[in-house]
T-cell receptor
Framework: GAVVSQHPSWVICKSGTSVKIECRSL??????MFWYRQFPKQSLMLMAT?????????EQGVEKDKFLINHASLTLSTLTVTSAHPEDSSFYIC????????????FGPGTRLTVT | KQEVTQIPAALSVPEGENLVLNCSFT??????LQWFRQDPGKGLTSLLL?????REQTSGRLNASLDKSSGRSTLYIAASQPGDSATYLC?????????FGKGTLLTVNP
């Protein structure tokens, strides 16, 4: 149980284009999902907290207009990187929190984004 | 603001050796401490989760301890194997968020 999937697992896009990454909780409902970014040989940095049906809360220094987050259902959150640039190339990982269990997160397998 | 530090950054050991990875955190108000494994280019695999009311958790050859008063956690790996080679991350849960350390890159040599 508590499986989280991400799609796509990897994507290459050209500079200036937008890319959407999906995060799904497969066997549970998640009122809250988190988006992290991980640069090579660095740790995971929380980008934003996404709550179903409301606006995401972004961490300091994360551009909300560049990283659009939508959490339209209890099993799906999407992250759209708008007008991507090479410096946005990174490993993006989502996690989901089981409704009613606020202290546990389950992680997706990650999405490797390369912007050329 | 929670800060998590892991020492050492990298560790290389011969197969069969017992080893300890260290994690320290600044906010003692954490409600749990998790240890994860990450293989190159892959996502996270949860290894152990210690609730704030617990002192340790064990799973197979892994044992994790938590000392909130000193702001420390350790991950003990017994009888290490080459398959244990990976990056190990610890993360402290506080304020409904997880804060990650930079990880320890473990290499177990056959």
């Amino acid at each position: 149980g508590a499986v989280v999937s991400q799609h796509p697992s990897w994507v290459i896009c050209k500079s200036g284009t937008s890319v959407k990454i999906e995060c799904r909780s497969l066997d549970f409902q998640a009122t809250t999902m988190f988006w992290y970014r991980q640069f090579p040989k660095q740790s995971l940095m929380l980008m934003a907290t996404s709550n179903e049906g409301s606006k995401a809360t972004y961490e300091q220094g994360v551009e909300k207009d560049k990283f659009l987050i939508n959490h339209a259902s209890l099993t799906l959150s999407t992250l759209t990187v708008t007008s991507a640039h090479p410096e946005d190339s990174s490993f993006y990982i989502c996690s989901a929190r089981v409704s009613g269990r606020i202290y546990e997160q389950y992680f997706g397998p990650g999405t490797r984004l390369t912007v050329t | 603001k929670q800060e998590v530090t892991q020492i050492p950054a990298a560790l290389s050991v011969p197969e069969g050796e017992n080893l300890v990875l260290n994690c320290s955190f600044t906010d003692s108000a954490i409600y749990n401490l998790q240890w994860f494994r990450q293989d190159p280019g892959k996502g996270l695999t949860s290894l152990l989760l210690i609730q704030s009311s617990q002192r340790e958790q064990t799973s197979g050859r892994l044992n994790a301890s938590l000392d909130k008063s000193s702001g420390r956690s350790t991950l003990y790996i017994a009888a290490s194997q080459p398959g244990d080679s990976a990056t190990y991350l610890c993360a402290g849960g506080s304020n409904y968020k997880l804060t990650f350390g930079k990880g320890t890159l473990l290499t177990v040599n056959p």
